[in-house]
């Protein structure tokens, strides 16, 4: 079911991204079409020859019988022909585009209205041009141009489309349609039409060379923006590709300034409005600039979100698997504790009692052999941590003093026994607190002390510290220095590898695997220092390494610290949560040499009961048990009434990592002991605990 629900949801997912890939994937398609086509078109047409009619329509084209075919136009469709590769043969067409088109005289027609389906036999292209037209009047009968054209005269060029045009835009006038655009501009002048419709640039002739009747006249103009009028190429229907080919060249020209530089030779006085056009032809051309650009970036985007889907994928995947990883791990090193933890649990108490030298070694073995394979345990456990980046750092407050004192201290009875000296020199301004991780500081210094030991045979092992205030953190620096065997030159990297040791005679002579100093190093470097060494063989060795931690809180400094009052543990009753019958009876035998009395519980069930009926200093609880584990049984012992539901609960687990502390105190239990019990550690939690309170309370 929850991998059938999963699935839904990676497809769901993946919907828009694979939508977007298509549309990006069609565009890019369509694209690399569209430019293959027009590819294909244009070498279709080069090298042809096609006819292009004209006839009177300045300045956009003209005809003269010796200067043949002359215009803005004309340069235009020419300089776009050269581009093509065409040739373009410019036909007279004195009865107009239309009827020369039906006679079949030419192929296309440079400049025409553009009217959408209007000419069925005809292809337009996309406009390239546009014409304004203006009024002209006569300014002694009127001096502003009425709004209403009812019954008014006004006189336009004979052609189809003005007068389609002036039609459409002059309701109820009376149309003057007058063969040539003299002729308009003269019934004006004559008082044959009130009104003179005509393009601009027709009038910007006009008026230059005025026709015969309005050499005196005074005329008034007026642009008409209601008549702008885009002007295509035309050509005939199966010569469309051709036609819009021509029409891309001159997209091209636009850019390029030649367009223009044609405006410029053929319109006297304004181009204003010739500008504007090039201006608006340019912004279609970029339009389409930016539709490719648009269809790329769909493209890349949906390649993003897809390569993001799948990199969220193997991302999810990656962390479920070092989950799995983690709680794998933290299952092995839980199920070897318990076990651990009866042997190492009953060997101190047998040594507790036993007298007889050769036994009391023997057990000593037993005892020795269970640390050695526990901290074997330990290192592979925190190698896999390490490898899988599933290892976290915890941030607590500790005493630096008290850390290297403590490991002064465990190492004491092992150098006499070598008949060597173990001395720690700690500077009296250290600060009383810092925070960071002091297990993880105290199993480097305990591997590097251990070493030191185990290779020196004469002479001393000397522990270092050191403090300095780094920019608000503080840089502690440890220093372990023997007068043992000493590490050749050679070797001095090399060790620090996994599995490294200096030769293969080591592991014979002083056991070890070789992964201490590796998982050292990687630990430290986790804290922002490093770990380094110096030797000379023969001479001695001296290990050096410095870990960033940050300075304890104000707050901090007033947390009691365990051992940190010794007092008098008679008397106090303590109830012992745990499922294994040996570690019951271990945790009983070790509880009861220190002077409380002992009551037991098998899980969490038995403990609520308990603890409904009865009261306790302090609770030591397993977290995994069957009926009902630690956790909820804190949860449960802190909802019960009065003085118990403040019962100190502390942790006594074979879990070790940071989340089980972690989620142990997210519980409500307030210390935390690891398995194997030890009983230097099970004293100092008892010693910092608060003096009892009145159960009545
Ligand atoms: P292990 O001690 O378990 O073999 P380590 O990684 O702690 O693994 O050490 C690797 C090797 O480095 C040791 O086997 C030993 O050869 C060398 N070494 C470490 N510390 C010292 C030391 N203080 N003096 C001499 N050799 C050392």
Redesign the pocket.
């Given at each position: 079911m929850q991998i059938s629900k999963s699935r839904a949801s990676r497809r769901w997912r993946f919907v828009p991204v694979s939508v977007l890939f298509s549309v990006g994937g069609v565009c890019f398609a369509l694209l690399v079409a569209w430019n293959y086509y027009g590819y294909r078109q244009a070498e279709r047409y080069r090298g042809g020859s096609f006819r292009i009619g004209v006839d009177h329509n300045p300045p956009n084209y003209d005809w003269s019988p010796d200067g043949g075919a002359s215009g803005f136009a004309v340069d235009v469709l020419n300089e776009a022909a050269r581009r093509a590769g065409i040739q373009l043969q410019w036909v007279y067409c004195p009865r107009g585009s239309r009827a020369a088109f039906q006679a079949g005289m030419i192929d296309l027609w440079p400049v025409g209205y553009y009217r959408k389906g209007e000419y069925p036999i005809l292809h337009q292209t996309r406009p390239w041009s546009e014409d304004l037209h203006a009024f002209v009047w006569d300014r002694s009968r009127f001096t502003r141009v009425s709004e209403d054209f009812r019954e008014m005269p006004i006189a336009v060029m004979d052609r189809l489309a003005t007068r389609a045009m002036a039609e459409r835009l002059f309701r109820g006038a009376a149309i003057l349609a007058v063969p040539s655009r003299p002729g308009v501009m003269q019934a004006v002048c004559e008082g044959k039409a009130s009104l003179a419709f005509l393009d601009i640039r027709t009038v910007e002739g006009l008026l230059l060379n005025r026709p015969e009747g309005c050499r005196e006249t005074r005329l008034g103009i007026k642009p008409m923006p209601a008549s702008t009028d885009p002007l295509s190429l035309f050509s005939r229907k199966e010569l469309a590709p051709l036609a819009d080919l021509l029409r891309d060249h001159i997209d091209e020209m636009m850019t390029d300034g030649s367009v223009f530089a044609a405006a410029e030779r053929w319109f006297s006085f304004s181009s204003t409005d010739v500008r504007q056009v090039l201006r608006l032809q340019e912004q279609s051309r970029s339009v389409r600039w930016l539709m490719v650009a648009c269809a790329i970036m769909g493209i890349v985007i949906g390649l993003l979100v897809w390569l993001i889907g799948n990199l969220r994928e193997a991302r999810t995947a990656a962390e479920r698997s070092r989950t799995l990883q983690s709680e794998f791990l933290a299952n092995v090193s839980h199920e070897i504790r318990t076990p651990m933890n009866g042997v190492l649990g009953t060997a101190d108490l047998m040594l507790d009692t036993v007298t007889d030298p050769e036994t009391r070694e023997q057990i000593e073995t037993i005892r020795e052999s269970a640390i050695s394979q526990l901290d074997l345990l330990n290192q592979i456990l925190d190698q896999s941590k390490i490898d899988s980046g599933v290892l976290l750092l915890e941030t607590t407050p500790f005493s630096l003093r008290r850390l290297v004192e403590q490991v002064e201290k465990t190492f004491e009875a092992a150098a006499r026994r070598k008949g060597i000296r173990i001395l720690a020199t700690i500077p009296e301004d250290l600060p009383a607190l810092v925070q960071g991780d002091g297990l993880r500081i105290r199993q480097v210094l305990t591997?590097?002390v251990n070493?030191?030991i185990?290779?020196?045979n004469t002479g001393s092992v000397e522990i270092g510290l050191g403090a300095e205030t780094l920019n608000g953190k503080i840089s502690v620096q440890f220093r372990?220095r023997?007068t043992?065997?000493?590490?050749p030159k050679a070797?001095q990297e090399a060790?620090?590898e996994k599995f490294?040791?200096?030769?293969a005679s080591?592991?014979r002579r002083?056991?070890?695997?070789?992964?201490?100093?590796?998982i050292?190093r990687q630990l430290v470097r986790l804290m922002g220092g490093d770990l380094s060494v110096k030797?000379e063989p023969g001479e001695?060795?001296e290990?050096r390494f410095n870990v960033i931690v940050a300075p304890a809180r104000a707050t901090d400094q007033n947390k009691p610290q365990a051992n940190s009052m010794p007092r008098s543990l008679a008397g106090l009753e303590v109830l012992v949560v745990e499922d294994n019958l040996v570690n019951q009876r271990v945790a009983q035998a070790l509880l009861k040499r220190l002077g409380v009395t002992v009551h037991l519980a098998s899980n969490g069930l038995e403990a609520l009961a308990m603890c409904r009926t009865g009261f306790y200093d302090v609770v030591f609880m397993d977290c995994h048990m069957p009926e009902m584990d630690g956790y909820e049984a804190t949860v449960e012992i802190r909802k019960l009434e009065g003085a118990i539901s403040r019962v100190p609960i502390i942790a006594l687990t074979a879990g070790v990592s940071g989340e089980e502390r972690k989620k142990a105190s997210q519980f409500g239990m307030d210390g935390f002991l690891a398995k194997p019990i030890n009983r230097e550690e099970l004293a100092g939690a008892l010693a910092s605990i608060p003096r009892r309170v009145s159960p009545a309370l």
């Amino acid at each position: 079911m929850q991998i059938s629900k999963s699935r839904a949801s990676r497809r769901w997912r993946f919907v828009p991204v694979s939508v977007l890939f298509s549309v990006g994937g069609v565009c890019f398609a369509l694209l690399v079409a569209w430019n293959y086509y027009g590819y294909r078109q244009a070498e279709r047409y080069r090298g042809g020859s096609f006819r292009i009619g004209v006839d009177h329509n300045p300045p956009n084209y003209d005809w003269s019988p010796d200067g043949g075919a002359s215009g803005f136009a004309v340069d235009v469709l020419n300089e776009a022909a050269r581009r093509a590769g065409i040739q373009l043969q410019w036909v007279y067409c004195p009865r107009g585009s239309r009827a020369a088109f039906q006679a079949g005289m030419i192929d296309l027609w440079p400049v025409g209205y553009y009217r959408k389906g209007e000419y069925p036999i005809l292809h337009q292209t996309r406009p390239w041009s546009e014409d304004l037209h203006a009024f002209v009047w006569d300014r002694s009968r009127f001096t502003r141009v009425s709004e209403d054209f009812r019954e008014m005269p006004i006189a336009v060029m004979d052609r189809l489309a003005t007068r389609a045009m002036a039609e459409r835009l002059f309701r109820g006038a009376a149309i003057l349609a007058v063969p040539s655009r003299p002729g308009v501009m003269q019934a004006v002048c004559e008082g044959k039409a009130s009104l003179a419709f005509l393009d601009i640039r027709t009038v910007e002739g006009l008026l230059l060379n005025r026709p015969e009747g309005c050499r005196e006249t005074r005329l008034g103009i007026k642009p008409m923006p209601a008549s702008t009028d885009p002007l295509s190429l035309f050509s005939r229907k199966e010569l469309a590709p051709l036609a819009d080919l021509l029409r891309d060249h001159i997209d091209e020209m636009m850019t390029d300034g030649s367009v223009f530089a044609a405006a410029e030779r053929w319109f006297s006085f304004s181009s204003t409005d010739v500008r504007q056009v090039l201006r608006l032809q340019e912004q279609s051309r970029s339009v389409r600039w930016l539709m490719v650009a648009c269809a790329i970036m769909g493209i890349v985007i949906g390649l993003l979100v897809w390569l993001i889907g799948n990199l969220r994928e193997a991302r999810t995947a990656a962390e479920r698997s070092r989950t799995l990883q983690s709680e794998f791990l933290a299952n092995v090193s839980h199920e070897i504790r318990t076990p651990m933890n009866g042997v190492l649990g009953t060997a101190d108490l047998m040594l507790d009692t036993v007298t007889d030298p050769e036994t009391r070694e023997q057990i000593e073995t037993i005892r020795e052999s269970a640390i050695s394979q526990l901290d074997l345990l330990n290192q592979i456990l925190d190698q896999s941590k390490i490898d899988s980046g599933v290892l976290l750092l915890e941030t607590t407050p500790f005493s630096l003093r008290r850390l290297v004192e403590q490991v002064e201290k465990t190492f004491e009875a092992a150098a006499r026994r070598k008949g060597i000296r173990i001395l720690a020199t700690i500077p009296e301004d250290l600060p009383a607190l810092v925070q960071g991780d002091g297990l993880r500081i105290r199993q480097v210094l305990t591997n590097l002390v251990n070493n030191a030991i185990k290779f020196t045979n004469t002479g001393s092992v000397e522990i270092g510290l050191g403090a300095e205030t780094l920019n608000g953190k503080i840089s502690v620096q440890f220093r372990v220095r023997d007068t043992g065997i000493g590490i050749p030159k050679a070797q001095q990297e090399a060790i620090f590898e996994k599995f490294r040791q200096v030769d293969a005679s080591t592991t014979r002579r002083y056991g070890g695997t070789g992964l201490g100093l590796s998982i050292s190093r990687q630990l430290v470097r986790l804290m922002g220092g490093d770990l380094s060494v110096k030797s000379e063989p023969g001479e001695g060795s001296e290990f050096r390494f410095n870990v960033i931690v940050a300075p304890a809180r104000a707050t901090d400094q007033n947390k009691p610290q365990a051992n940190s009052m010794p007092r008098s543990l008679a008397g106090l009753e303590v109830l012992v949560v745990e499922d294994n019958l040996v570690n019951q009876r271990v945790a009983q035998a070790l509880l009861k040499r220190l002077g409380v009395t002992v009551h037991l519980a098998s899980n969490g069930l038995e403990a609520l009961a308990m603890c409904r009926t009865g009261f306790y200093d302090v609770v030591f609880m397993d977290c995994h048990m069957p009926e009902m584990d630690g956790y909820e049984a804190t949860v449960e012992i802190r909802k019960l009434e009065g003085a118990i539901s403040r019962v100190p609960i502390i942790a006594l687990t074979a879990g070790v990592s940071g989340e089980e502390r972690k989620k142990a105190s997210q519980f409500g239990m307030d210390g935390f002991l690891a398995k194997p019990i030890n009983r230097e550690e099970l004293a100092g939690a008892l010693a910092s605990i608060p003096r009892r309170v009145s159960p009545a309370l």
